[in-house]
């Protein structure tokens, strides 16, 4: 039975025992020398197919921006790495300590067992790959219909629906929309694990570290 569990860090997701086939990371692993409109190709092929829901797929920045720990030298670092020429957002900017962590970790031998995910393109999947019409959140606040209508598609595949709506952990540290997000990652590791999974793009690329910049659904 599926089961919910705060790690504080990456590291404590790879310590974890016994050590799962695969687990599936709703994180950047691959970062570009270069940053190219829209992102990676990783990132492009993945947003393709979700309609409305996008923008949920961020443009990953060069891996010099995502480097800086200043946000203002994020930005030259992004002028400087990327055709066209572009800043990273405040939004992306907040995200860059944790993509940092991950990557430190990361190597071409372990992503035969931990993989970069997301959760609206599992939401795609669950939903006969079609894309979503509600959205998880509004305005920045979890957005009851769009909550409810992946609450369904995972309860559909299977999921126990009382750990859909509990709340194991504070506000703060995972939302009502975050325990669906790593719910819907969960169920692309086990695709992943059973062969049945769903790779963007179908021939990957490599970053400068040898790492394949591809995103599972």
Not at 67 to 82: E, N, Q
Not at 177 to 206: N, Q, Y
Request: hydrophobic residues 45%; neutral net charge; glycine residues 8%.
């Amino acid at each position: 039975a599926a089961q919910a569990r705060l790690c504080p860090t990456f590291a404590d997701v790879l310590a974890i025992r016994p050590e799962p086939d695969v687990i599936a990371v709703d994180m950047p692993i691959g970062l570009p020398e270069m940053g190219g409109p829209g992102g990676r190709p990783c990132d492009l092929a993945a947003r393709a197919g979700l309609g409305q829901r996008q923008s949920a797929v961020f443009a990953v920045p060069a891996r010099a921006a995502v480097m800086c720990v200043d946000y203002g030298d994020a930005c030259r670092a992004a002028l400087l790495h990327s055709e066209p020429p572009r800043k990273v957002s405040k939004q992306t900017f907040n995200l860059f300590p944790k993509i940092r962590e991950i990557d430190a970790l990361m190597s071409p031998a372990l992503q035969t067992r931990v993989v970069e995910c997301h959760p609206e393109v599992a939401f795609w999947a669950l939903n006969g790959r079609a894309a979503l019409d509600q959205p998880k959140k509004v305005k920045s606040r979890p957005f009851e219909p769009g909550l409810e209508l992946r609450r369904g598609l995972l309860a559909a595949a299977g999921y126990d629906p009382s750990l859909l709506i509990s709340r194991p952990f504070r506000a703060a540290a995972a939302g009502p929309d975050d325990l669906l997000d790593a719910t819907a990652c969960s169920w692309t590791a086990a695709r992943i694990a059973r062969g049945e999974g769903i790779c963007f793009p179908s021939e990957p690329e490599r970053d400068g570290r040898g790492l394949r910049m591809e995103i599972w659904g």
